[in-house]
């Protein structure tokens, strides 16, 4: 049992090695310079924030930024609503073409993004809609994977009698959803807020597809830029890298006891 144990919490230690040591050492080497960067020494000899002047200074980081977190936020509060709002739907109503339309957008999930990107370019450029705020949110509020998770977790966790208690009290429909089934979900809400901010942050296909303006690009496109160039700017892309993760960091501090709930109903009940 002991021996289970530890070789259980080595595992654990070395996973958390491999995830924490890439960051670690970003972190480290954003604060040398650019011919000291794959030294042998681990922290830096003579720190400084020349990187971070210079990356502040000489590009457009902030709305690079402004646009990633943006729409990353924006993408991710309609996405969590219309998610469940469908979820809720497929789970608890029935209608004429129910079980087909739910396995056309299940079935949604084994295409490949490389499939539908030029008829999805060509349909927001066709309609005169593919200025970056719309382009870079609207095609991506209602991913299925989001709405097959809500109703999964609905119809474990959302009683019939609940909903025919509020029906019974005079509650509309509307009204019911907000009040009733929201509430029940914040576990599964948090879980896939987070999945969705990460999904829209770290974006990188799309954004490369439908901006053109330099000064309109994501945070993976700018930085993108800056290790393309011809000069491999290593020392500019730490530190922009080292800046970019924070806005996710946050989102996982603010969201981890939403997401753990959210893992641990799904252990439990799946």
Do not use: H
């Not at 998770?149 to 005079?170: F, H, K, N, T």
């Not at 429909?173 to 089934?181: L, N, P, S």
């Amino acid at each position: 049992m002991r021996a289970r144990r530890g070789l259980l919490y080595v595992t654990l230690v070395a996973l958390v090695a491999v995830f924490v040591l890439p960051l670690f050492w970003a972190v480290s080497a954003s604060f040398k310079d650019r011919g000291d960067i794959f030294s042998v020494s681990v922290l830096p000899e003579n720190p400084t924030l020349d990187n971070y002047q210079r990356l502040l200074d000489g590009q457009p980081f902030w709305s690079w930024f402004g646009m990633s977190v943006g729409t990353a936020t924006i993408s991710t509060v309609v996405s969590v609503f219309v998610c469940a709002l469908a979820g809720y739907g497929f789970a608890k109503f029935r209608f004429r073409g129910r079980q087909a339309l739910f396995t056309v957008m299940f079935s949604s999930l084994s295409i490949p993004f490389a499939v539908i990107l030029v008829p999805l370019f060509v349909l927001i450029v066709k309609s005169g809609l593919s200025t970056p705020w719309f382009s870079l949110i609207v095609p991506w509020v209602a991913p299925a994977f989001g709405i097959f998770m809500m109703q999964q977790y609905i119809v474990q966790a959302v009683p019939d009698e609940i909903l025919e208690a509020a029906r019974i009290d005079g509650a509309q429909e509307f009204a019911i959803f907000w009040r009733v089934v929201l509430p029940l979900l914040r576990p599964s809400l948090g879980a896939l807020a987070v999945w969705s901010f990460l999904q829209t942050y770290n974006s990188f296909m799309w954004p490369l597809v439908i901006v053109s303006e330099t000064s309109q690009y994501t945070l993976p496109l700018g930085l993108n830029i800056l290790f393309s160039a011809e000069n491999r700017s290593f020392d500019l892309v730490l530190a922009g890298a080292v800046l970019a993760s924070i806005p996710t960091i946050l989102v996982f501090l603010l969201l981890r006891k939403q997401l753990l709930d959210g893992l641990s109903a799904g252990a439990v009940k799946g």
